[in-house]
């Protein structure tokens, strides 16, 4: 089963540095690779989806890439602004569209 | 995107009641569909996967006969918590797969339901 694991649990920077947070996973075998933010006691937020052949996606301020043969992901924000506060969460579905979710990273940017 | 509205987003109700939580593909056909649970301060899990016209497929270590899983049309989904107790109370929250004419399937989060048992 696959297994999905988040690095740092939590962080908090200053407002306007850049950051890592990152996603490793146990079973290469992933449709795509998705992060999601999700807001105290709100629901998720798709940011970025990386198909299994690619190896990055860009939104805005926002990069991801992913390396299947070593099962890891990464997410980039770029100059940090209080309104990134939340938790990030990545996610590896299978074939068939099941997700496994990661713990989740709890972010905190400072003003 | 596609659309998946999750009703309602929050609820209340007393223990030994049953809450009924409906997901909805608001502008696609969706066979398939997803319930995932998240208590507090930890990760989404997924509860069970949902069929149009047959038996959803449940995890390990979730009692069908206390979530009752229903999926009678290719927009609709519902998740019923039969006799909810207070360690019931959670982030409940569907998905919907969508699998368009071109490109890659997907899936679509509702907006979750917060279930809180008193």
């Known amino acids: 089963k696959q ?3 988040q690095i740092p649990a939590a962080l908090s920077v200053p407002e306007g540095e850049n950051l890592v947070l990152n996603c490793s996973f146990t ?3 992933i449709y795509n690779l998705q992060w999601f933010r999700q807001d105290p006691g709100k629901g998720l937020t798709s940011l970025l989806l990386i198909q299994s052949s690619q190896r990055e996606q860009t939104s805005g301020r926002l990069n991801a890439s992913l390396d299947k043969s070593s099962g890891r992901s990464t997410l980039y924000i770029a100059a940090s602004q209080p309104g990134d ?6 996610a590896a579905p299978n074939t068939g569209n099941q997700f496994y979710f990661g713990t989740g990273t709890s972010l905190t940017v400072i003003p | 995107g596609a659309v998946v509205s999750q009703h309602p987003s929050r609820v ?9 939580i409906e997901c909805r593909s608001l502008d696609f056909q969706a066979t398939t569909m997803f319930w995932y649970r998240q208590f507090p301060k930890q990760s989404l899990m997924l509860m069970a996967t949902s069929n149009e016209g047959s038996k959803a497929t449940y995890e390990q270590g979730v009692e069908k006969d206390k979530f009752l899983i229903n999926h009678a049309s290719l927009t609709l ?9 207070p360690e019931d109370s959670s982030f409940y929250i569907c998905s919907a797969e969508h699998i368009p004419d071109r490109g890659f399937t997907e899936a679509f989060f509702g907006q979750g339901t917060r279930l809180t048992v008193v």
């Open chain 1, 3 to 5: 297994e999905v694991t």
């Open chain 1, 27 to 29: 079973d290469s075998a």
């Open chain 1, 85 to 90: 506060s939340a938790t990030y969460l990545c």
């Open chain 2, 12 to 20: 209340i109700c007393k223990s030994g009641t049953s809450v009924k």
């Open chain 2, 77 to 85: 989904s519902t998740l019923t918590v039969t006799s909810a107790h």
